[in-house]
Structure formats: C-alpha cells, structure tokens
C-alpha cells in the first residue's frame, strides 16, 4: 500500500479539523503519515490531539520557524519528503497551505494540483473552476502528488488515532534562510471561528451600506464566521481578511448566508461549494437568488434582527 503525508494543520497551536479531513482523504489512497512541524517542546502537545485514520507520525522540531517563516517549513518537509518518497502529500488549502505545496513542489520536481474539493482512491483530485461553473478531475503524472485540498469539502473520519510517531532531527538549509522575520504582529481573531473553516458563514456586502452590526448580530447567534463582499471590504466598511470571492477566501460552509449581495460572478467563485445557500436581498431580480436554497426577498435590516431573533429564542 502506498504511503501518504499529510500536513498537520495548526490554528496556533492546535491542530485544525481539517488535519482529520486531510487524513480522511489520504487514507482513500493509501497508509497516512502525518507530518508535524513545530517549535521546540510543541509537538507532543499536538500528536496527542491528532485525529482520524493516521498510522504514523513524522515530528520535526525546530527553532528557526519563528525567523524564518515559510520557507523553513517549506524546507524541512522538502528534505522529508525527498528522504521518505511517499505517493502523495495532502496539505490544507489557504494561503499559508498553498505556499508550502509550491515550494515543496518545486523543491522536489513534482506535480502540484491547488484548491481541491475531493481526492478519489486513485488519486484523481476534483477541482471546481471558473467560478465553479466547470468540473475538472485530473492527476498528477510526475513525482509526489502534491495537492492542496480546501477545509470543509470532505467529511471527517474524527475516530480515535494511535499512530506511531518518529521523531527527526533536520536542519533548515542556509539558502532557506534567506529571509528573517523582524517583527510578527499576533492576528486579532475574536470571538468568531476562522473564516474558511466555519460552519456557517454569513456575508454583508453594499446592501448593507457599511452598517455590519445586522449581519454580525445574526453570524453570533449562529456561532458564525462574518464574511464580506468586494464591494463591502473595497469600501473600507470590512476587514480584506474576510472578503469571499475570487480574489478573497474559498469557503464551503454547511451553511452560507448571503445579505445585501448581488451575487456577481466573482462572489460565486468563493462560496458556491456552500452546501446550503441563504439569500437576504431587497431585489427579487438579484442573480445570487439562482444559487439559493432558500430565498428572502427584503430589507436585510428588517430579517436579519428577526432572524437573529428567532435563533436566540429556539436556543433558549
Ligand atoms: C478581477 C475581479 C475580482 C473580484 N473579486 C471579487 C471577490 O473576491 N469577491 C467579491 O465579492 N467580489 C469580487 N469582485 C467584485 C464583483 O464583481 C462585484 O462587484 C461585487 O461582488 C459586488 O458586491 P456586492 O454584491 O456586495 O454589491 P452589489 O453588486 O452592488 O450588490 C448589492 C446588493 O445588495 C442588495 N441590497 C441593497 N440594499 C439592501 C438591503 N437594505 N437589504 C437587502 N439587500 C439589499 C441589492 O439589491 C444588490 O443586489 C471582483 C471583481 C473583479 C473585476
């Protein structure tokens, strides 16, 4: 049976749901090594919380992370990957996700494929293009399959893991060193879960004319992530880190909650993968009404409250 890496995927600390979802995906295409690269004295904390069909465990500790950022993890899982040969490394498909599998790839002359939705036992990965108006299976021919796979899109095998774990010891290479972090800024997260990684999701874009309190009223009563259109994030009314779109974040929550959107095609790109789609919008006519399953015709500042309403009153 051929082995399969996977990249723990950290919140912080803390390993992610979607290292379960990455599991669950390598173990249609063979054994799951998970691979775990941390800061000195971290890493123990992490295995321990591992999750889903994992067999084995690589930990690679190393103090050079914190200065050296990306391309030091890029380095160390580069050098495992070319000692250990494994079929394929699955890797979470965001920013931080997508950079590592570019260089990895590069580093070991092998085929990359970025932002699947599903990975068959073959290895055959599922990609959703042109703002998901197109379906595209293919398959990496040359060296490891290296694929990023975006959090929510397969579900989770979360059953008990006891795998066996080796401990390695790597330096980072000096030609990975290149660059020094000077100084980090802690991002602020608040109360609400990570964006691409929330169960729901509810969006504001101009129909909210920079008044977001209705739709984050209603993302809290729903344990939601707040996103945002272009329109609203260009505007300056929300954060770019929560822009959905195109040229923003990839979401596929079980529920997503569209207010004041119009519904253009570059909005669709990042969210029409949501497995249940909610539209708040005054215009009947509004195109983003093609791809929900439930429709509200009205002012979003009238149901939204009501809406909000209504949750907090059923979870009394
Ligand atoms: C290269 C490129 C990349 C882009 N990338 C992205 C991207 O990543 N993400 C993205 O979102 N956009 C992106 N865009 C912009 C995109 O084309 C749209 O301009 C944008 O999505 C529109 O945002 P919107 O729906 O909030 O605004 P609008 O299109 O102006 O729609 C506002 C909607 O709100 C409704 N409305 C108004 N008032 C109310 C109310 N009180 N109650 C209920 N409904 C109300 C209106 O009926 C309307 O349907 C991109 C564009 C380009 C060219």
Redesign the pocket.
């Known amino acids: 049976m051929s082995n399969v890496f996977i990249l723990v995927d950290l919140q912080g600390d803390a390993v992610s749901k979607t290292t379960a979802e990455l599991a669950t995906a390598g173990a249609r295409m063979g054994d799951v090594t998970a691979i775990v690269v941390a800061a000195p004295g971290k890493s123990g904390a992490i295995v321990s919380t591992l999750t889903g069909p994992i067999s084995s465990v690589i930990s690679i500790e190393s103090e050079d992370l914190a200065t050296h950022g990306v391309p030091a993890y890029a380095d160390l899982i580069s050098q495992i990957v070319s000692e250990k040969k494994p079929s394929a490394l699955l890797i979470a498909s965001h920013a931080f996700g997508k950079e590592i599998a570019g260089r990895v790839a590069i580093a070991t002359d092998s085929g990359i494929i970025t932002d699947a939705v599903d990975v068959a036992a073959d290895g055959t990965a599922t990609q959703l293009v042109f703002g998901g108006s197109t379906t595209v299976h293919s398959k990496i021919s040359h060296g490891v399959s290296i694929m990023t796979i975006r959090p929510n899109t397969i579900e989770a095998n979360t059953a008990a893991a006891s795998p066996a774990i080796e401990n390695v010891s790597k330096s980072v290479s000096d030609v990975a060193k290149k660059v020094r972090i000077t100084a980090t800024q802690p991002f602020v997260k608040g109360g609400r879960p990570e964006l691409t990684e929330a169960n729901i999701v509810v969006s ?6 920079g008044d977001f309190a209705a739709v984050e009223g209603l993302a809290d009563a729903l344990g939601a992530a707040v996103g ?7 505007a300056g009314w929300y954060p770019h880190t929560h ?7 990839t979401v596929s929550p079980q529920l997503y909650v ?10 669709r ?2 969210m029409q993968t949501s497995k249940t789609i909610v539209v ?4 009947a006519e ?3 009404f093609d791809i929900a399953d439930f429709g509200v015709i ?6 939204l409250p009501e809406a909000t309403e209504g949750v907090i009153a059923r979870k009394s």
């Open positions: 504001g874009g101009r129909g909210t004319n945002a259109s272009r329109a609203a994030t260009d822009q959905v779109g195109q040229t923003g974040k569209a207010c004041g959107i119009s519904g253009a095609i570059q909005h790109a990042g708040v919008n005054k215009d509004a195109p983003i009205g002012d979003l500042f009238a149901v």
